[in-house]
C-alpha cells in the first residue's frame, strides 16, 4: 500500500502526526484509523462475496483484479488461445518505421510499389484534376 513511500517520508508523517495530535493523543488516533481500515475491508470483502454469490457457480473463480486492463491483457497473453504472441512476435515496429522514414525521405527501400502490399508514395505529387472534372455527388452526404 505504501511502497512508494521512503524512509524520509514516513520520519516525516510521523512527527508530523505527533506535533498535530500530540503524544496523549496519538495512539488513540492510530486505533481509530486502523478500525476503520479494518471496517473497510470487511465491507469490500462482503460486497465481494455478495457480487460472487449473485453471478453464480459458473463466476466462483471469477477475481476483481481481472477487472483490471492490465491484468487481464497480460492473462490472455499467458493463456494464448487466440494467437497474440504470434502477432506480437510478428510485428516489427522498428521495421515499420523505418519504411515510413524511408518513404517520407524518398529513400525507398522496397522493389516496387506492387511489391510494397499496396503502399502509397507519399514523394510524388498527387495528380490535379482538370477543369471539368467534377467531385462524386453523394446524395446521403447533403
Known sequence: MFNDIGPLELITLVVLAVLVFGPDKLPKVIQDVMRTVRKIREFS???KQDIRSELGPEFKDFEFEDLNPKTFIRKQL???ELGLKEIR???DLK?????????V??????PSPSS???RIDMTKKPEEPGKDDRPPFDADAT
Open 45 to 47: 470483502e462482503s460486497a
Open 89 to 91: 512476435n510478428g510485428f
Open 116 to 118: 510494397s502490399g499496396g
Open 78 to 80: 499467458d493463456n494464448d
Open 105 to 110: 525521405h524518398g529513400t525507398d527501400t522496397s
Open 95 to 103: 521495421k515499420e518505421m523505418a519504411e515510413v522514414t524511408d518513404s
